[in-house]
């Protein structure tokens, strides 16, 4: 009895140190993943702060989180002497436009890539993939003298002919229609007389909810974002794309930090906005990629 008093005391004890060394070692992990936030969203803080400040205190050392002599000028300069809001709408137009077309392609692409089995697909699947590892800057060019020959220069449409595909969305979504959607269901649709058509759009398409609620948000910020090809296709100040609107602030020698911040704090409305509402499907759609059956 002894014997099994202390051994399981012993057992207790060793318990408790495990416990105690999980427990530390879960803050400690939580003191590393709040500092390592904290250190992501400061400059964005700041530059959410530089937007109210003046130039004398954006300038002064050492800086300030909270203005101490809140302002709105900065707003006022930038939306009275740039065509900010057409930036934000013709960006908004070319995010939203670019976003439906590489769904309606990812979604046809990958659900024929991963239910038909011909081996000249998978080739053609393949030949998708190598196209992710070209720069979009060694095609750019040629693209370019395309559009110009459609005369399609300086709209959104122009804009749109670079970012109708993209490889990386038709992996995705041959990956979830692999992995959630059997291939009984297909042939039991099939069997009551449905078309391939009357499946993708009845069956697949609403299954791929969430990976295609991911593959919105990632389309849309690789179009929010887009600077090189904007740059080259939209020449007039009407036409620009934000990020092109945003690199006027900048010269050689000076950059305007107030309207800059302003300009920027004003831009982060509608991405923000379309990451609040697509969240659950992004994350949703990036967990199931990796699922197996």
Do not use: C
């Amino acid at each position: 009895m002894t014997d099994f008093a202390e051994l399981t005391e012993a057992e207790i004890a060793s318990g408790r140190r495990l416990r105690a060394k999980k427990r530390a070692v879960n803050i400690a992990i939580d003191i590393f993943l709040t500092l390592f936030s904290i250190a992501m969203l400061l400059p964005l803080v700041f530059l959410i702060a530089n937007a109210f400040k003046t130039p004398a205190e954006m300038l002064a050392w050492p800086p300030t989180i909270v203005p101490h002599d809140p302002t709105l000028e900065n707003f006022r300069a930038v939306l009275g002497e740039t065509p900010l809001l057409r930036w934000i709408l013709n960006s908004v137009m070319f995010a939203v436009m670019s976003s439906i077309a590489i769904i309606a392609t990812s979604s046809i692409a990958g659900y024929i890539f991963a239910k038909f089995h011909y081996r000249s697909l998978n080739i053609i699947f393949a030949l998708f993939l190598a196209t992710a590892i070209v720069p979009f800057e060694v095609y750019m060019i040629p693209l370019y003298f395309q559009v110009k020959s459609l005369g399609l220069l300086n709209s959104v449409w122009g804009l749109l002919i670079g970012y109708l595909v993209m490889s990386f969305g038709i992996f995705l979504i041959r990956q979830n229609v692999i992995h959630s959607i059997p291939d009984e269901l297909l042939e039991a649709a099939r069997l009551d007389g449905a078309s391939e058509f009357w499946i993708f759009v009845h069956i697949v398409f609403p299954l791929l909810r969430g990976a295609l609620g991911a593959l919105g948000v990632l389309a849309f910020f690789q179009a929010w974002t887009a600077f090189a090809w904007p740059m080259i296709v939209a020449t007039t100040r009407s036409s620009y794309t934000i990020e092109v609107g945003l690199a006027l602030f900048q010269t050689g020698y000076t950059v305007d930090l107030g309207k800059l911040s302003a300009a920027s704090a004003t831009v982060l409305i509608p991405s923000v906005i379309t990451f609040m509402i697509l969240r659950r499907n992004f994350v949703q759609g990036v967990a199931s990629t990796g699922m197996k059956e």
